[in-house]
């Protein structure tokens, strides 16, 4: 059950007997991970540090608006029927979900816009619009991300990459894919408009890559996207987390809240269980981290010597950007404003390198703007609108002390916002929060600030990255964003998924013990 207090049971009930999986972590992945594992024979128990479940998908509500805090855009929700079906149910039985068009609406700095749509025919008119000759590359383009979505979401998405041998038997494939390529390069051998290059590279900064360093692999969301659609949850992505957590407690799982991990505890090389930040300790037969994975690495396992994943492996690896968040709610409705807008600014290389790689804040930046309210009006009062602005920023590195220079930020961000789409803007917010880089790491556990986890480039991918079954406790298994296959929504729930194969039956540690 739900139980939004510090008071807890440090140990399981001796009534039920089946094995114990405990899921540190109550974002998309740790949910769906105690959903297989339940469904699974596993009595499950998720403990998170927050008040409510979610994690970077918690919720906000405040002067009666509703603020999701972090993912809004939902592709592959076979991926979510699943889990529902695991259960008996139907995910229509919970949440519904709304189709989306245009997918995203990008407004150039010279006030040209690009409506990306799964239409077709409505996408040949938009790139003949910008450039008559790049028709017939933009079709080829799409064909060659179907061929990358065939390897690289439906043969790989869910399966373990445990050892060198599973890389190594996928070379020829991505060879044959050019996934040495970065998304920016691949995209340009088809368009030769600069414009449309970026239209059709910007999709690894939604999971926290650079398109001109994050491999071709990701190349396969375009065609991800037009074979699904893009979705909003009615109600807010929090439904689906509502939804999540109604299927662990129809399983007699358990979601304890203000419950914050300190160590994960271990005997004779193997996980056993959690002790909390209050001291308690809970037993498991299983552990399932839906934490960071460098923050799972590096602060809750303490007392054991990692072989692989190493402070000094840890701090030289990549992290992706991290991100500012102004959340905000509006008197007045902005009806000619799309549900999700992408505004480019004057920059676009240049502005990424600042934020990958010389890891500076720069005076001029590239925005997502969310505007929920044009698909669910109830998420506002009746009249208003309420948004979130998300600009990438460099993570922690980058030394920036946000606790001063979050405001002026934020009223740079109005002010282009104002000069934009939002006309009198500074008039019209009611209500305001934000969410900075150090929030990320001090409320979310994200090492460095960094809003991802491990950038998403080609050496950091599948058997590169931290393994889902871990290289260093045995019986310790990661879910999320920091572990194959990376972050966004189908890759949270695909690094669930793999959970299937590796996470041993709930019948088989029952005989042992």
Not at 262 to 281: C, D, H, M, N, Q
Request: aromatic share 10%.
């Amino acid at each position: 059950m739900l139980d939004a207090s510090s008071r807890m049971v440090a140990r399981p009930s001796r009534a039920d007997t089946r094995p114990h999986a405990v899921v540190i972590g109550s974002g998309f992945g740790g949910l769906a991970a105690a959903v297989r594992l339940g469904a699974r024979g596993y009595r499950v128990t998720v403990v998170e540090k927050l008040d409510a479940p979610g994690g970077r998908a918690y919720v906000h509500r405040q002067d009666g608006f509703t603020f999701d805090a972090g993912p809004t855009i939902i592709t592959a929700p076979f991926l979510f029927e699943e889990l529902w079906h695991l259960c008996g149910r139907r995910l229509s039985d919970d949440v519904t979900l709304r189709p989306v068009s245009p997918f995203y609406r990008i407004r150039f700095d010279d006030d040209a816009q690009f409506d990306c749509s799964g239409d077709a025919g409505a996408m040949r008119e938009q790139i003949a619009r910008f450039a008559p000759g790049d028709v017939e590359g933009y079709e080829r383009f799409l064909k060659a991300s179907e061929a990358i979505f065939k390897v690289g979401f439906e043969e790989l998405g869910d399966v373990p990459f445990d050892s060198w041998t599973d890389m190594a038997r996928i070379l020829p494939a991505m060879l044959r894919l050019k996934s040495y390529r970065t998304v920016y390069d691949f995209v340009a051998a088809y368009v030769r408009d600069e414009r449309l290059r970026v239209v059709l590279s910007f999709h690894p900064l939604l999971i926290g890559g650079n398109p001109f360093t994050t491999t071709s692999i990701y190349c396969l969301i375009a065609f991800l996207e037009r074979r699904w659609g893009v979705h909003f949850a009615m109600g807010g992505t929090g439904r689906l987390v509502d939804g999540l957590v109604s299927l662990i407690e129809g399983q007699q799982g358990t979601v304890r809240c203000n419950a914050e991990v300190a160590e994960i505890l271990t005997r004779r090389g193997a996980a056993v269980g959690v002790r909390f930040a209050s001291g308690k300790v809970l037993d498991a037969d299983i552990v399932v981290s839906n934490a960071d994975s460098a923050w799972t690495y590096r602060k809750l396992l303490p007392g054991i010597r990692r072989k692989r994943w190493t402070d000094r492996r840890i701090d030289r690896a990549r992290y992706s950007m991290s991100l500012f968040v102004w959340y905000f709610g509006t008197r007045r409705r902005y009806d000619d404003v799309a549900h999700h807008t992408i505004l480019l600014g004057p920059r676009y290389r240049a502005l990424l390198e600042d934020i990958f790689e010389r890891k500076v804040l720069a005076e001029d930046f590239s925005l997502y703007l969310h505007r929920p309210t044009a698909t669910d009006p109830s998420l506002a009062p009746r009249g208003c609108d309420a948004f979130y602005v998300l600009s990438p920023v460099p993570h922690l590195q980058s030394g920036v002390d946000w606790s001063s220079q979050a405001e002026p930020y934020r009223r740079r961000i109005a002010q282009a916002l104002a000069a934009t789409v939002l006309p009198g803007l500074d008039q019209e917010v009611v209500t305001s929060r934000m969410l900075t880089p150090q929030d990320f790491q001090d409320r979310l556990s994200s090492y460095r600030g960094a809003a991802f986890g491990l950038e998403p480039i080609l050496t950091q991918s599948a058997w590169f990255r931290p393994h889902n079954r871990s290289e260093e406790v045995a019986r310790l298994y990661l879910v999320g964003a920091g572990t194959h296959p990376g972050a966004g929504l189908p890759g949270v729930l695909s690094s669930a998924r793999v959970l299937d194969d590796i996470v041993p039956d709930a019948r088989s540690l029952e005989v042992m013990t």
